[in-house]
């Protein structure tokens, strides 16, 4: 079976500062979507940020931004001047042939003040 | 008024009783999908549909059933609940004409609870 791997179930990040949360997958195609959701307390799943495969430059929602390394399979989701409101959890997704979703396992993203 | 809706937000239900998770979406969309999510594992697909007459199984399929309506409605039964079907169950729907961007749009989950 393909592959979602977050290999950091819990991480935490002072407020105003940089956290970078990892993601790896495993595919045998060569394009397809790769999606951060966000998951807050209320339970609604948020798209944050998505990244084609064939596009080499990284995308950016403002204070949300990926770093894609195609070749390694990687696709880590950096979140700058953190704020309270980041508090969640976040998933990593990939795409596959038929447009299905492939979830990895979640890493819950706390907030200090 | 949301896009996605699901009900019920919340369900107690006791081993055996026969449960149903209903799914509606004013978005137009052809396609919709059945996740349910357990802590550590993420979301994975129970069913999935393309359109009223396509249904298919997705990861974890045994254990449920899907009837599809309508274009805007889907439900997930469970004919036999069993503790080991306790989790988080969301409903999501995705537009074919995006093409081969799959962006899914969720509704608010059902939290289901089998003792």
């Known amino acids: 079976a393909q592959t979602v791997t977050q290999s950091q179930p819990e991480m935490s990040v002072q407020e105003a500062e940089t956290v970078t949360l990892s993601c790896t997958y495993d595919?045998?195609?060569?394009?397809?979507?790769l999606f951060w959701y966000k998951q807050p307390p209320s339970r609604q799943m948020i798209l944050v940020i998505r990244q084609e495969a064939y596009k080499q430059q990284n995308a950016t929602e403002n204070r949300f931004s990926v770093n894609f390394q195609k070749a390694a399979k990687s696709f880590s989701l950096k979140i700058s001047d953190s704020q309270l409101g980041d508090a969640a959890m976040y998933f990593c997704?990939?795409?596959?042939?038929?447009?299905?979703?492939?979830f990895g396992g979640g890493t819950r993203l706390m907030v200090k003040p | 008024d949301a896009d996605v809706t699901q009900t019920p937000r919340n369900r107690i239900t006791k081993t055996g009783k026969r449960i149903m998770l209903e799914c509606s979406q004013t978005k137009g969309h052809d396609r919709m999908y059945w996740y349910r999510q357990d802590p550590g594992l993420g979301l994975r697909l129970i069913y999935y549909s393309f359109d009223v007459k396509d249904i298919n199984k997705g990861e974890i399929s045994d254990g449920y059933s899907v009837s599809r309506q309508a274009q805007a409605k889907f439900s997930l039964s469970l004919e036999s609940a069993i503790p080991n079907q306790t989790a988080l169950y969301f409903c999501a729907t995705s537009d074919p004409r995006q093409g081969r961007y799959n962006e899914q749009f969720f509704g608010p989950g059902t939290r289901l609870t089998v003792l």
């Open positions: 595919t045998s195609e060569s394009d397809y979507y």
């Open positions: 997704a990939r795409d596959n042939a038929g447009n299905m979703l492939t």
